[in-house]
């Protein structure tokens, strides 16, 4: 028996050994690829000495003698710190995730051939200007010195995640850079989903009840829409698939919902509203998190002059930031850059569509996309004059696609005469509004609100295409429409002129939330969908609450968490619940409604991680909302992951009769919004008493509402997923300014998901005194103590100095890369 004892203690020994061993050589191998900042090497592709000088927060600050040598630097740093970033990046838009995971991500590749991208960017590249080009190519030599370097001394392949899918790097040229922006325009568009699922719910409801659950921002109205179904001949609502399952969200794909697909906040003071006299700006992209975070900063010496901000990997251009002399902010325009088009077949000959003109055929145009571990799938891609056409299993279409036909997409992004790089490269050199203003001229999509600043001016300018329509289109855009007919079909473009455009107003003041912009007859509405009606009542009232602002002031409106949705739905809904009631015992719903009435009764509206009331708030309305519409729309209610705040008002107010939301339809008794309202409650309550239990009083919103920065291949593997993924507790929520969009997915609702990986605010009257910050960290590399080393910065509402001087970033550098022209 001891003798058995020893050897089993021998053999757990070791295998401890043995792991102990196995763990050291993954991290020696992992560890070789953080780069090491401070040296000095050759590199072939500059003309003279190269410098790229890490600032204490590991920002690179690029110097070179020429321009092309300074994008050059750009593009090594984007490798050094981020290339499995790049990697994924280039391989989604080029419809090549499946070399490396295999049939999962098959339905993402094929909706990226179908759509056409990557060939789309590469006959891009013929129509960029010939300093857009010289940049391109400077920046893929860049990137490619480094994947030379990391080859030739075996620096762990450039990324651990590498080790793991050893699919080999192709090298980076210009068309992988232009690709990564079309991708961008994916992740930012959402008016195709918000089609879809306005016609699926038109098919389940009268119109009146749709303006309820999908309403127009507030504002001037919109005359009645035809009914969806009557828009197609001998086509009955039985005749589609009400039924069809929802499309399901994959963290690899790069589509979002409508309401995840991008927003953002900015916002600029003109010096009359300035206490010291200069300019301000303010602005934070809202994308989804990931670790790491999408956004890159960097700071390039141009001939031009300094510029600092936020790139993007893979792009060799700063998208937000400012010079010494402009800065400039993005936010979603929500232009409706997107139709579906619904084809009709020939039932003769299902290889053509009607026009018209008559049958006529579709493009045709095979692909092959291999398949880790499966056979090659070849795909037969088919285009219409509307755009490319896409199967049913994609956003959903599916549902709203009649027998017999099929649907094609038009789309801004889908063409090859996409100067969008060359405009966003003038903007970065922009010395002026007017110089920032011009540039937009060649920009094409994603459509953005550019908020700009120079030292004496300010203004706001929608970039981007915007589709012209006739004014007797059958749907107005807004719901799929027969492509056959020639008032549906797309007119071109209208003039950039007619794009919406603020400069200096007099109140001194122009901001964005993804607000509606102005309200213009159809067709130059812009859009009928935007993307807050909520946010821009609190930034208002900051705005407006002071004669003038500082960069302090312009903080504290980009942190602020008063939800103003909060403070107006809670006297709403709770209208006859406040303080009514017998006394009831601990431990009933009737106690535990009460507590939480007297809660709310008391709160402010301030989202703060640390208080109880925004967890209870938010899990009342969600439940609320779920019981408003669930009975009238089944599973179809699972599309409405976030509250409507709009629709909950007209429902409590019964605006246009939406009273009858709150009667369930299956119920014999009549049910009041009252009824709903404390049954949804109690639900509530319930649903936090077995998620969280203990006390209501004890109960944290950041507990629930944390920041999701996940790595989005490995964040899902055990043991590994809490090395690589950054959870953060968080403040704000879905309508606040501090916004912290919720996933409003089962089994964790409230975790946030979506908000500013970037922030940034500039004081020209001292312009190096100017602010910005990233949510994770420069580097990608997870072992790296650059991943998440400005996350927690990020977190408490800090920033880190926007400096464009040198001495500055040199002071407590964590490293100097010099490189020299290899002779």
Known sequence: MASLFRWLARIVTAVMVLFVLALGAVYYFAQRSIPDYDV???????????????????????????DADVFFGL????????????????????????????ERTLPIDELMRRLDLYRLAQDAVAVQDAETMAALEAYARGVNAWLDRVNSEALGRGAPELFLFSNDLAPWVPADSLAVM??????????????????????????????????DAPGSGLAALPDYASLFEGVAPTDFALNAPLPTPDPLSPVATFDMAGASNAWAAAPSRSAAGGTLLANDPHLGFSAPTIWYLARLELSSGGVIGATIPGMPVVLVGRSAEFGWGLTSSYLDDQDVFIEKLNPDNPAEVLTPDGYAPMRTSPTIIRVKDAQPVTINRQWTDNGPVLPGKHYGLAAITPPGHVTAIGWTLLTAEDTSMSAGMKLMRAKSVAEGVEAGRGFVAP?????????????????????????????????????????????????????????DPSGGIVGNTNNKLLDRPFPLHVSFDWGDTQRIQRWQKLMQGRAVHTRESFIEAQLDTVSITARNLLPLVGADLWFTGDPAPDGTPERARQRAL???????????????????????????????????????????????????????????????????VQSAPEETCTDIARAALDEALIWIGEKYGGEQEALRWGDAHQATHDHQVLGDLPFLKWFVNIRQSTSGGDNTLNRGRTSGIDPDPFLNVHGAGYRGVYDFSDPDSSLFVTSTGQSGHFLSRHYDDLGELWRRGEYIPMSLDPALARAAAVGVTRLVPME
């Not at 050094?80 to 995971?101: A, N, P």
């Open 40 to 66: 000095t090497r050759p590199a072939r592709g500059i003309s003279a000495p190269l410098e790229i000088v890490r600032d204490h927060a590991n920002v690179p600050h690029v110097f070179g003698g020429t």
């Open 75 to 102: 593009g090594y740093a984007h490798a050094q710190d981020r290339l499995w970033q790049m990697v994924m990046l280039r391989r989604t838009v080029q419809g090549r995730m499946s070399e490396m995971f295999g």
């Open 182 to 215: 079309k991708l961008m325009g994916v992740q930012l568009a959402g008016h195709l989903q918000e089609e879809v699922l306005r016609a699926r719910v038109a098919l389940a409801l009268p119109e009146e009840r749709l303006r309820d659950i999908m309403p």
């Open 447 to 503: 459509s953005q609100n550019v908020t700009m600043a120079d030292r004496d001016g300010i203004a706001l300018k929608t970039f981007g295409a915007m589709p012209r329509r006739a004014a007797d289109h059958m749907t107005l855009g807004r719901l799929p429409a027969p492509g056959w007919e020639t008032q549906n079909r797309w007119l071109g473009f209208d003039a950039y002129a007619a794009n919406p455009a603020f400069i």
């Open 598 to 664: 007297s809660l709310l009764a008391d709160w402010n509206g301030e989202m703060n991680e640390h208080m109880p009331e925004p967890l209870i708030y938010m899990a009342w309305m969600r439940a609320l909302q779920d019981r408003l519409i669930r009975d009238e729309l089944g599973p179809l209610a699972g599309a409405f992951t976030h509250v409507e705040p709009v629709f909950i008002e007209r429902v409590f107010r019964d605006i246009g009769g939406a009273g009858v939301w709150c009667d369930v």
